[in-house]
């Protein structure tokens, strides 16, 4: 009988196993685009703008920085929590073979969010590595924002492999995703601008996503602004939404393989 976090780690050991071999197909989409994002907006368009009240009197490369963080966690949390996971009940097939062992289909679940945790976790890491490079880290308080970005991460991904365990199709389901959420996400969460920039009518609909929330915490972080009341709040939507995409994660994967 394995132990829960032994599966759990055989889990992660098999997906490290294929990534190993195949990392280099996804080392543009999780790595180079938000550096190119980065130098493109921080130093391109970033050259245009002075240091204000809305960038917190930093320079805009500075102020982004942070939350291209957040950004990309959430850009590869979606990249990690459709396709693969559809691969892995259609195409692919691993999740019926891993089922067929000792392993359960929620610690198959499980192990998924942990695989992608780790890839985050890596990811975030070298971007933040990047930053400082570029000059456009702060402070040791990239640290607590990679934390914070990582978080936002898995709240968007947890759901989203709950989403993605009952796609049945070759995966157009996820065009709306990409389209719809992700790219206005990004756009209008307060990557780019302050929040408070936008129509009165559209914030709402910016502060109920993961990625706002993120990135509050990641500059919070970053430029050492934590106020305990704010962060307590940010995190614990975070988590809950964590929390609520793993218990669906789990059902979902026990009904889809059988048990």
Known sequence: MLHPWQARLLVVESMWIWYRRNWRATVVTTVLNPIFFLVAMGFGLGSQIQPSGLTGGQSYAVYLMPAMLAAAAIQNAAGESTFPILSGFKWSRVYWGMAATPITPAQVAT???????FRLLFSGIVFAIVGAALGVVTGLGIVLSLVFAVLAGMAFAAPLVAFAATV??????FNPVFRFI???MTLLAGTFFPVSELPAA?????????LWHGTEL???AAFWQLEFWPVVGHVAYLAALTSIGVLLAVRNFRRRLGV
């Not at 192990?111 to 945790?117: T, V």
């Not at 049945?168 to 389901?173: F, I, N, R, V």
Request: proline share 11%; aromatic share 10%.
């Open 182 to 184: 992700v790219l206005p």
């Open 218 to 220: 990641t500059r919070a």
């Open 202 to 210: 559209v914030r709402p609909v910016a502060w109920i996503t993961p």
């Open 111 to 117: 192990g998924q969010l942990l695989w992608i945790f």
């Open 168 to 173: 049945q199709g070759e995966g157009t389901a």
